[in-house]
């Protein structure tokens, strides 16, 4: 069957250092793999898209890794920052159009 | 400006119900999307628009009807009212093309069923 599966629920870490999400799926061939943010009661903000013959994308503090062989993405985020605590979701685009999502794991920055 | 805005923010109804969810666009995008968010937090496409068609419909029951007067809005209309229904509804759009996509959200229309 077809699994999108973020590692954990949720991820608390100490300010200062490097978060890192994973995001592991199967049956899946997407086209590429996008990381959102999505802070309580607001919808998902895009951070980063990745795509299939891409192994690595960075913006300001954020890094993406995507291994077409693993299956898998990870997101990190370096010397994180209290405001960097919301639910991080990853979704693939699929090639008709369809983008499918992980369940979010709740990143909390602890001060 | 909102990019992609959603109305109403809440809705509180009883089953049986017929509701509309009303969403618009001004980023002169091709695409639009409604997704619910159930209690458990995950995020799952119902339908997607391009250019006034409808290009995915996932199996959701059709007493959900989504309907596009123009590109910039795709309402979701939903009939017959069902407590599993509550959920938070998000609007998105984005548009198709060789350099990818992003997907804007809107800001969700939290519907309580009861």
């Known amino acids: 069957s077809q699994k999108i599966e973020q590692n954990s629920e949720a991820l608390n870490i100490q300010e200062g250092k490097t978060a890192t999400l994973t995001c592991n799926y199967t049956n899946y061939s997407p086209a590429y793999l996008q990381w959102y943010r999505q802070d309580p009661g607001r919808g998902p903000v895009f951070l980063l898209l990745i795509r299939e013959n891409e192994k690595e994308k960075r913006k300001e503090r954020l890094k993406v890794t995507f291994d077409t062989t693993l299956k898998q993405s990870l997101f990190h985020i370096t010397a994180s920052q209290p405001a960097d605590s919301a639910t991080y979701l990853c979704a693939l685009r699929l090639n008709n159009n369809d983008m499918r999502f992980g369940a979010g794991t709740r990143l909390t920055v602890k001060p | 400006d909102t990019a992609v805005s959603q109305t109403p923010k809440y809705l509180v109804t009883q089953m049986g119900n017929d509701k509309s969810i009303k969403c618009e666009q001004n980023?002169?995008?091709?695409?639009m999307y409604w997704y619910k968010q159930d209690s458990k937090k995950f995020l799952k496409i119902m339908f997607s628009y391009n250019n006034k068609e409808l290009i995915i419909n996932e199996t959701v029951p059709n007493r959900f009807s989504p309907k596009s007067p123009d590109k910039a809005h795709l309402n979701l209309h939903i009939n017959s009212l069902e407590l599993g229904d509550s959920a938070v509804y998000f609007c998105?759009?984005?548009?198709?093309?060789?350099?990818?996509?992003?997907?804007?959200f809107g800001p969700g229309t939290r519907l309580l069923v009861l």
């Open positions: 980023l002169g995008h091709d695409t």
């Open positions: 998105a759009s984005s548009n198709q093309g060789a350099g990818g996509e992003t997907q804007y």
